[in-house]
Antibody
Framework: EVQLVESGGGLVEPGGSLRLSCAAS????????MVWVRQAPGKGLEWVSS????????HYADSVQGRFTISRDNAKNSLYLQMYSLRAEDTAVYYC?????????????WGQGTLVTVSS | DIQMTQSPSSLSASIGDRVTITCRAS??????LAWYQQKPGKVPNLLIY???TLQSGVPSRFSGSGSGTDFTLTISSLQPEDVATYYC?????????FGGGTKVEIK
């Protein structure tokens, strides 16, 4: 069974940093592109970042470019999102999601999400 | 960047009604479009990919169509369990933008 479990969310002050993790199991992690998607309270889904199987291609939404860094450790079956210079508008549930293959970027499996709250 | 516009933003329909949601891309994306359903308080669930391919396990009352810039998600006979917000997403190239969502309620 595919499982994605996010962790690392919490309350952080504006300007602060946070590192999210996503532990994957039930599939060959190194064979799939992975993404982070977020959802602000009461709002829609926002794609944040994507990373290919070997980290060759990485993309970011304009809203987080230069502040967030996506990475993965295929040996540890883990996906990460390092977030710097956090702003109030970064407050959201952050979902880790898996693509259907190494050649696509839509999301077949989703974690339960981890809440990040940026507030003083 | 390509913008994804969904309409309507919300709708109310009766049980058994045919429901249609539209997603328009500001530029052509071939058929690189996915549809998701998000029930209240739940994680998004993939319904359709490649514009018209039904994800395994999704009821056949859901269907997708379109190519290029105009896409449609249709629920052929609305059921109570279909109350949710529906999102389209383009995935031809980054940014992999979502539409703003369509909230479906029962009348």
């Amino acid at each position: 069974e595919v499982q994605l479990v996010e962790s690392g969310g919490g309350l952080v002050e504006p300007g602060g940093s946070l590192r999210l993790s996503c532990a994957a199991s039930g599939f060959t992690f190194s064979s799939y592109n992975m993404v982070w998607v977020r959802q602000a309270p009461g709002k829609g889904l926002e794609w944040v970042s994507s990373i290919t199987t070997s980290s060759d291609y990485i993309h970011y939404a304009d809203s987080v470019q230069g502040r967030f860094t996506i990475s993965r450790d295929n040996a540890k079956n883990s996906l990460y999102l390092q977030m710097y210079s956090l702003r109030a508008e970064d407050t959201a549930v952050y979902y880790c999601a898996r693509s259907p293959s190494s050649g696509s970027y839509y999301s077949v499996y989703w974690g339960q999400g981890t809440l990040v709250t940026v507030s003083s | 960047d390509i913008q994804m516009t969904q309409s309507p933003s919300s709708l109310s329909a009766s049980i058994g009604d045919r429901v249609t949601i539209t997603c328009r891309a500001s530029q052509g994306i071939l058929n690189y479009l996915a549809w998701y359903q998000q029930k209240p308080g739940k994680v998004p669930n993939l319904l359709i990919y490649a514009a018209s391919t039904l994800q395994s396990g999704v009821p056949s009352r859901f269907s997708g169509s379109g190519s290029g810039t105009d896409f449609t998600l249709t629920i052929s006979s609305l059921q109570p369990e279909d109350v949710a917000t529906y999102y389209c997403q383009k995935y031809n190239r980054a940014p992999f933008t979502f539409g703003g969502g369509t909230k479906v309620e029962i009348k």
